[in-house]
C-alpha cells in the first residue's frame, strides 16, 4: 500500500538558519512526489514536484528537494529560512492514473525571530 | 485570474444531517477532486470527476458522494452526517487533459464543516 511518513510533527528554526523537512514514501512504482504548504486557513499551495529526470527538483520561495530511491526519501530544503515561511507542510505521493494523492501527515514549522 | 472558489466557508451541522459543499473550479479545468483534512492530518482523498465522470474514489463510506455539472463544477454530498465528518473539505481542480498529475492541483481555500 502507498504511504507516506513525516517523522517530524513539528520543527523549530531560527529565522536565516537552513531547513530540512524528511519525507519517506512507500510506492510500489515510480511516483510521483510532491511538496505542498498551507498556512492557517488556507488550501494547499505547491511548493515543487518530481515526476522523472533530474533528482534535485527547484521550487517556489527558494524550496527544493531530493529524490532519493534507494531511501525513499523526499527531503525538502531551504538554504534560509524567513519568518513567512512558518506554515504545515505536506509531503505526497501520487499515481498518475487519476488525481488521488497521498498525503503525510504533515510537519508543522515554527520560526523564531 | 480567478482561483479555485469553494463554498460556504464555513458550515455547522447536527448529527444525521445532510450537507452539499459546492466548488468552482479555475476556468479551463475539467478535473475536479475532494479531499477531507481532519485536524491534525493531512488531507484524504474522497473522489475525482473529469468530464462529468467519476474517475477515482477514495475509501470513504457511501455516505459520500459528488457530482459533475456540464460548467465543469461540482457538488460533495454527505448524507447522516456524524460527528467524525467534522473537518476541512477541500477541492481542487486541474486541466487534466493526456498529463494526469503532471497537470498540477490547484486547491481551494476548503469549507470547514462542523458536526455537533
Known amino acids: 500500500a502507498q504511504s507516506v511518513t513525516q517523522p517530524d510533527i513539528h520543527i523549530t528554526v531560527s529565522e536565516g538558519a537552513s531547513l530540512e523537512l524528511r519525507c519517506n514514501y512507500s510506492?510500489?512504482?515510480?511516483?510521483?512526489l510532491f511538496w505542498y504548504v498551507q498556512s492557517p486557513g488556507q488550501g494547499l499551495q505547491l511548493l515543487l514536484k518530481?515526476?522523472?529526470?533530474?533528482?534535485l527538483v527547484q521550487g517556489i520561495k527558494g524550496f527544493e528537494a531530493e529524490f532519493k530511491r534507494s531511501q525513499s526519501s523526499f527531503n525538502l530544503r531551504k538554504p534560509s529560512v524567513h519568518w513567512s515561511d512558518a506554515a504545515e507542510y505536506f509531503c505526497?505521493?501520487?499515481?498518475?492514473?487519476?488525481?488521488?494523492?497521498?498525503f503525510g501527515k504533515g510537519t508543522r514549522l515554527h520560526i523564531l525571530p | 485570474d480567478a482561483g479555485v472558489t469553494q463554498s460556504p466557508t464555513h458550515l455547522i451541522k447536527t448529527r444525521g444531517q445532510h450537507v452539499t459543499l459546492r466548488c468552482s473550479p479555475i476556468?479551463?479545468?475539467?478535473?475536479v477532486s475532494w479531499y477531507q483534512q481532519v485536524l491534525g492530518q493531512g488531507p484524504q482523498f474522497i473522489f475525482q470527476?473529469?468530464?462529468?465522470?467519476?474517475?477515482g474514489r477514495g475509501n470513504f463510506p457511501d455516505r459520500f458522494s459528488a457530482r459533475q455539472f456540464p460548467n465543469y463544477s461540482s457538488e460533495l454530498n454527505v448524507n447522516a452526517l456524524l460527528l467524525g465528518d467534522s473537518a476541512l473539505y477541500l477541492c481542487?481542480?486541474?486541466?487534466?487533459?493526456?498529463?494526469?498529475?503532471?497537470?498540477?492541483?490547484?486547491f481551494g481555500n476548503g469549507t470547514r464543516l462542523t458536526v455537533t
Open positions: 481542487a481542480s486541474s486541466p487534466r487533459g493526456d498529463r494526469g498529475l503532471r497537470s498540477p492541483l490547484h
Open positions: 510506492y510500489g512504482a515510480t511516483p510521483y
Open positions: 518530481y515526476f522523472s529526470g533530474d533528482t
Open positions: 505526497a505521493v501520487g499515481r498518475g492514473r487519476d488525481d488521488k494523492i497521498i
Open positions: 476556468s479551463g479545468h475539467k478535473s
Open positions: 470527476y473529469y468530464e462529468k465522470e467519476e474517475r
